[in-house]
Every structure is written in structure tokens, then in C-alpha cells.
């Protein structure tokens, strides 16, 4: 079964560093998505990514988060100078076709812990 | 946007019970309602998903139910297993455009007691 992969699957980091999180989609897939999920809550989108271009970014996603997909195939999240409260656990999700009823795939996480 | 209640915070059953996840919604355009089992420190995972042209769907011991007027759906696990034990998030999405992401509930901790 097709499957997303995450890496690393645990980063920690000191306040202030800049981190990248990287996603590899399913290869058909053509929505990606990146979510966040603080421990303990429930899971919060952060930004989508379709033709190469964000399509939709929430509040959190502010000027320190980026997503690119530099290579046509890996999926990253970058955050430029990371607080305390980025930690979480950052998933990625991609979707093939989109329309109603398209499921999301989600890898299996990155748990960032900035210190 | 969207925005999704979820019910009750936690729940616990005996083992051979029945246990009821209710949720609502508030975009009248949301048209896509999946169901996400998750397990300490794993990724969510589908277990269920109904759209919004069918009021029910049933999968063995987990089901599904949609009211679209009363914008509103429920989850239910028959005969309840200890490995039924997790975290469930309701989610809501709707398509349009470019963009079809998950709008998802607080979660319910189901605790299925042998």
C-alpha cells in the first residue's frame, strides 16, 4: 500500500534554529498539506500546496513557516526561527485527485520539541 | 471557516458495548465528513467517511450517520473491542477551488474497558 513518509520522525532543537520537515507524497498525488497537532489536541491545518503554489494558509502560518517543493518530489516545511510553542507534532498529508470524498493521507509525523 | 464541535471529551465503555462520537458542523458547504482513529504517538488513520448525498454508511462494527439539515454526525462502534481504545477525530471539508482541507474536532479519548 502507497504510503507518505516522514523524516526525521523526531527533531529537537534549540529555540531559534531554523528546522526543515520533510515529506515524501504518495507519487499521483497532487494536493499536499502539512497540519500540526500540539500534544494532548486536536489536529490543525497549517497550509495546502497544489501546482506548485500555497492555495491556502491558516493563521499559524505565519511569516516564519515556508512549504516548497524544491525537487518535484519531497514536500518541506521550514520554519525559520522556531519558539517554544512550535512544538508539536507535524503531520503531512496528501490527497490524489481532490473533490468530496478524496481521502487524505497522513505520514506517520514528525514530533519536533524545540528547547 | 469551518468550524467542528465534538462529543463527549472522553468516553468510556464496557467491553461488548456500544460507544456514540457526535459532531457538528457549521459550513452548510462542507460535503466530505471522515472519521480518524489515532493511537498514542501514530498518525491519525481513516476508519470511516461519509459524504453528503448519503445519510448512513456502515462498515462491520463501525458506522456512520449524516444530517445535513441539523448539520450533524455521529459515529458508532458496536460490540466494542479493547483494541478499540484511542483517540477519534471527526472531520469536515468541502471542495472547491484548489483546496480540500480538514476542518477536524477536538477528539474524543475512548477508553474500552475488558
Known amino acids: 500500500e502507497p504510503e507518505v513518509t516522514q523524516t526525521p520522525s523526531h527533531q529537537v532543537t534549540q529555540m531559534g534554529q531554523e528546522v526543515i520537515l520533510r515529506c515524501v507524497p504518495i507519487?499521483?498525488?497532487?494536493?499536499f498539506y502539512w497540519y500540526r497537532q500540539i500534544l494532548g489536541q486536536k489536529v490543525e491545518f497549517l497550509v495546502s500546496?497544489?501546482?506548485?503554489?500555497?492555495?491556502?494558509k491558516s493563521e499559524i502560518f505565519d511569516d516564519q513557516f515556508s512549504v516548497e517543493r524544491p525537487d518535484g518530489s519531497n514536500f518541506t516545511l521550514k520554519i525559520r526561527s522556531t519558539k517554544l510553542e512550535d512544538s508539536a507534532m507535524y503531520f503531512c498529508?496528501?490527497?490524489?485527485?481532490?473533490?468530496?470524498?478524496?481521502?487524505?493521507?497522513f505520514g506517520q509525523g514528525t514530533r519536533l520539541t524545540v528547547v | 471557516g469551518e468550524n467542528v464541535e465534538q462529543h463527549p471529551s472522553t468516553l468510556s465503555v464496557q467491553e461488548g458495548d456500544s460507544a456514540v462520537i457526535k459532531c457538528t458542523y457549521s459550513?452548510?458547504?462542507?460535503?466530505?465528513f471522515p472519521w480518524y482513529k489515532q493511537e498514542l504517538g501514530k498518525r491519525p488513520q481513516l476508519i470511516i467517511d461519509?459524504?453528503?448525498?448519503?445519510g448512513e454508511k456502515k462498515d462491520q462494527r463501525i458506522a456512520v450517520t449524516l444530517n445535513k439539515t441539523a448539520k450533524h454526525f455521529s459515529l458508532h462502534i458496536t460490540e466494542t473491542q479493547p483494541e478499540d481504545s484511542a483517540v477519534y477525530f471527526c472531520?469536515?471539508?468541502?471542495?472547491?477551488?484548489?483546496?480540500?482541507?480538514?476542518?477536524f474536532g477536538k477528539g474524543t479519548l475512548l477508553t474500552v474497558n475488558p
Open positions: 498529508a496528501t490527497l490524489s485527485s481532490g473533490g468530496p470524498g478524496t481521502e487524505a493521507f
Open positions: 507519487s499521483n498525488h497532487l494536493y
Open positions: 500546496f497544489y501546482n506548485n503554489e500555497i492555495s491556502e
Open positions: 459550513d452548510s458547504a462542507s460535503n466530505y
Open positions: 461519509i459524504r453528503s448525498n448519503v
Open positions: 472531520a469536515a471539508s468541502r471542495s472547491g477551488g484548489s483546496n480540500y482541507k480538514l476542518t
